[in-house]
């Protein structure tokens, strides 16, 4: 049985304090006592990205990352987009240029993607391509993904 | 056609793509039930052995611990969809590493994994036989000793290992061989993939107080797995419900998803049991695509006319029988590829090893045998200096052709495919690019393929509602296809309302309807059909019950836009949907509601013509899909590298119901492709998986693939299907295989025979030239 | 399993030597994966996050100095690494993916020393020296002692490395980081780190590793120096490559056969060699 620590931390803005075990990764904090099932475990091993978020505006993998080593930081989720169930011009461009098919791996392509456009709000195919290298997707084949991206900086969905 | 059908061919967005942008989307492992377990599988550490005792005890005692079972706890009954040889937990004999022996439901995830791990279980290793020609022996080992007691539904012969043999014939080899100028043999091999969909397997099974199991699941088939856990567990379907849950991705590797094992812990303990899949688990112990050994031999004449083809194809099935026999019978019936050769002779032969079951995974049963074929064909052009897309299209099957000589092919694109492709600008430029850099070359290659769609039983049903919206039943599951929203067009279609006036129901076997599956292609053109034909008997019944409202007969009425109807000619006065709907439940008819089943007319093979072993003169499917793929891909000279630089992706959808999933189904397709033609392989070590996880099994991602991936989507419609559409999820696949192999050959002068095309074994043939 | 934050290098020292199989957390990218495999187990964490000064690139008298704790992200994109000193910014642009990137540090990869992973052979090539705190204090171990076998190094029990120090590299010098991959992402099948300095066309310094091809990086000097002292010429770099292989103990696995890591050396050489020469002579004529 592991020991609990106390910890702090903000999750889409709210500020937020729990216990959780030395050995629990913030993907299971985010899952199972956040009920934000948003972030999804793909594979655990911090290979295909479907456990994205955006830890003080980067992007890490929520399977790789301790709760404990995450105290005092600001999480973003996927769920921390939208506002009053209004979506944020890159959740719009994924729906309107038909990007997700199953849809398992879009919460952390689309917070990849913002994570982007937050540092490079003017990229390049090859940039976004690269931007978006460390998610995996099975369905699309990543085009219609990267027309999203471009679409959103070029101010097509606001 | 009074169906109003501007809604076909549009890009709508997917009715469920908000949820997926905003993480609100619920797939399995993002349900919750009170009071919920977590459950962990045991796996066979052998290939092969006999379970001599099996000791749960001190895994019982473990606290936390809920349920500990194993085949002891459970009928002695298998399940399996074409021949019941399989156990939910091994019951005395282990067939393949990993194969599920013990299941414990605990608190927490972590405690079942730490019960397993006290679980005691003797076991006496048995000889295993690891590749299917050394299985064919007569002198093998048997995966299954006892085949013969099984309940075995399919027709096709079986001996020892060998599961089935499928064979379809026409013409005369001898006379074919004697006619051929030029006649090129080769072996080729293909081996284990796995699908690989993001989201790993799983399921969440409760009882409630009447002794009804519901079950929520990632699975394609609501039914198979409704009868997976009936038939394991010894109830009846009456008292079990499967549900499906947004599924993320399936590839053919989800009939079924581990239900009963979820469900047979739910009834020990009588309480929620979920039981998730970690990657590794999945691919050790879920589903493969067929390993494949092809033996391939095809004779020309000195102009390029094919004449004959002999291709004999073994399968590697894995350790138990899945969706086996499937596979090789569209193996048999189109391993020539879309081109019209007389002589012709097909074999396949599926065979029991102690490896991991195979199944009907994307590319069902031609990815194979397309790789030796088109890349035969590019032999054979190549030998006698006729340019591939040329001696394609001079061989290739025209409309009205009769395949294998016994079923009618109304429309065949292969021209029309390859010709879009010859004709699109980049590819007429494709010589007029920057020179290559130093120490790499370029190279095109070009294929053509066909695939066949629609199998088993459909069915839909569509109820209007008081407010002119209607509720449309069908239990296909959307896998990621976008077939839910293509479905709800056509019912919005039919009726001439908008798409957001369709509620499409969850799949659920207590649904009302009855699907076999998200398989075969068969969405939009068979679930597609039947969606059609409950709309127009919801149409008929509206006019009836307008009629009566309106005092004249139904034919003299129309349906107008936005769920109106209306006397032909006369504006006024006008019904809308839900008044006649509302009327028809307390002062009409009844409630309108329109259904619609039944069977894929499966295509009969004349004997006189066709000759076959195991197909019982049938050919399954309804209707052949056409592609044409071409590739440009660059090769790093020092390290063989192959980088897939362009694609083109010419495919005849017959008519397009959404845009945007057509578009999105040939991207991905194609991608899925590269992964099979360059990258994936599962990778045995003595019958023990020794790359199972994304870490050392490697599929494309965004930086492996080129962005320029043209698409040409044709519009030759199908005679007998919703707007003519046809489907494609296993079509587009197909192609990048092949038509890479041929541009490594066009770029290097050297051919793979073997996938995939490594960078390892491309240089050892660039060193050995 | 017990956690512990300690603020400076000493407290975890401390830590370290008091919890017997105590290990060290940095960024957790290769950790909490092993951790999530049920590879490892261990009865205390010590987490080096909140210790100041463990992460950061500065420069001083002796080169740069690159703190445990910094990310493969942060070394990636610092213009302080360059000329001879690109060669680890392009190995840890190299890395996984770059979700991974923003949390693994370049201490915690080094510690696991991984054969396959990108630092090895640019620490090499780099000439850097790896600083290791302990309970007796600060020590620095070359490169090439400091990488001992397959997920070994010189880092004893109750020790945690701090630094890695880069010494100046010789003017003009270029790094090159040249990783064959079956995947974008994945480990190295044979890699080739290099820093090579030219005057005029004569190679004036030369330094190479090969990655992913034995338990640990492996450096010829005979290659150097058949090398160094003249112009590049193919059959000589060819020459060199022999030796190279010579030296290797590559094995099977799924991302390579040990011949094909045997023929890519040399391949994989005269390429960044290649890349080398072309990129000072852009510098040059720039």
Known sequence: ????????????????????????????????????????????????????????????????????NSTDTELTTIEGLATNGELQPIQQAFVAEGAPQCGFCMSGMVLAAKALLDTNPNPTIDEVREGLSGNLCRCTGYVKVVDAVMATAAGKYG | MNAMDDIIGSALPRIDSNEKVTGSAVYVDDLYRPHMLHAARLGSPYAHARILSCDVTTARALPGVKSVITAADLPDRNIGVAVDDEPILARGIVRYVGEPVAAVAADTLAIAQAALRLIEIEYQELPAVLDPVAALASDSPLVHENFADYDKRFSAPSDGNMLSLM?????????????????IEGEFTTPAIHPQYIEPCGALAEVDGNGKVTVWSSTQSVFISQADVSRSLDLPLSKVRCIATRIGGGFGGKQGANEAVAAALAIATNRPVKLIMS?????????????????????????????????????????????????????????????????????????????????????????????????????????????????????????????????????????????????HPRWQSRHQQDAVKPGKRRGFGVCATVQRGSVFSASAQVRMSEDGSVTLTTAYVDIGSGSDTAL????????????????????????????FGTAADRGTSQVGHEVQKAALKVREQLLEYAGEMLECAPQDLELRPRGKVGIKGVPQPELGFGDIAARGLYAGGGPIIGTHSSRVKDSPLDPEVTRSVGMDNVAMGAHFEFAAHAIEIEIDEATGQVTPVEGWCAIDVGRVINALGADGQIV????????????????????????????????PGILDVPYDIHRMVLENPEPDTPWGARGMGDLCINGPVPAIANAITDAANVRLHDLPMTAERVLRLLIEK | MKFFEPDTIDEAVSLLNEHEEARCISGGATLVAMMNADLVDMPALVSLRRITGLAGIAADKDGLRIGGMTTHNTIANDPQLAGGWSVLR?????????????????????????????????????????????????????????????YTTDVEDGELVTAVLLPAAPAGAVGIHRKFARADGDFATASISLVLALSGDVCTHLRIAVGGCGATPINVPEAEQLLVGQPLDKQRIAEAGKLLSAACDPIDDVRGSAEYRLLLVPRLLQQALDMATDEINAGAAA
């Open chain 1, 1 to 68: 049985m592991s020991t609990k620590i106390q910890i702090q931390l903000q999750v889409n803005g709210e500020a937020r304090e729990l216990l959780v075990r030395t050995d629990e990764t913030l993907l299971e904090t985010l899952r199972d006592q956040f009920q934000l099932t948003g972030t999804k475990r793909g594979c655990n091993q911090g290979v295909c990205g479907a456990c994205t978020v955006l830890r003080d505006g980067e992007p890490v993998r929520a399977c790789l990352s301790l709760a404990v």
């Open chain 2, 167 to 183: 064979e379809v014939a026409t013409g005369d080899l001898e006379t074919g061989w004697r006619e051929s100028d030029i006649i």
């Open chain 2, 279 to 423: 990657r590794e688990e999945d691919m050790i112990s879920m589903r493969s695509r067929h390993a494949a050994i092809i033996r391939m031999k095809t004779g020309a004449k000195r102009d390029g006319t094919l004449v004959c083809r002999e291709t004999e194809v073994i399968f590697d099935a894995g350790a138990y029988c899945d969706l086996s026999p499937f596979v090789p019978m569209y193996t048999v019936m189109m391993a020539q590829g879309p081109y019209r050769i007389p002589h012709l002779s097909n074999t396949a032969r599926t065979v029991y090893t102690n490896r991991l079951r195979a199944t009907s995974i994307r590319g069902f049963g031609t990815i194979q045998a397309t790789f030796a074929g088109e890349s035969q064909l590019d032999e054979i052009a190549h030998k006698l200096g006729i340019d591939p897309i040329d001696i394609r299209i001079k061989n290739a099957i025209r409309d009205g052709d009769k395949w294998f000589g016994s079923i009618p092919v109304p429309v065949a694109s292969t021209v029309p495919c390859l010709e879009a492709i010859r004709n």
């Open chain 2, 488 to 515: 709800a067009q056509i019912c919005a279609a039919e009726l001439g309302i908008s798409i957001d006036q369709v509620n499409l129901v969850t799949p659920d076997s207590d649904g009302g309807v009855y699907d």
């Open chain 2, 668 to 699: 991905g397709g194609f991608v899925q492709g590269v992964g099979t033609a360059l990258l994936e392989e599962l990778v045995w070590d003595d019958g023990r998986l020794a790359n199972p996880s994304l870490m050392d099994y490697k599929i």
């Open chain 3, 90 to 150: 392009r190995a840890a642009g190299q890395i996984a993916h770059p979700g991974v990137r923003t949390m693994g540090t370049i201490g915690g990869s080094i510690s696991h020393a991984d054969p396959a992973a990108d630092y090895l052979g640019a620490l090499v090539a780099a000439d850097a020296r790896v600083e290791i705190a302990g309970a007796d204090g600060v020590r620095q171990v070359p490169a090439t002692d400091f990488f001992v076998d397959y």
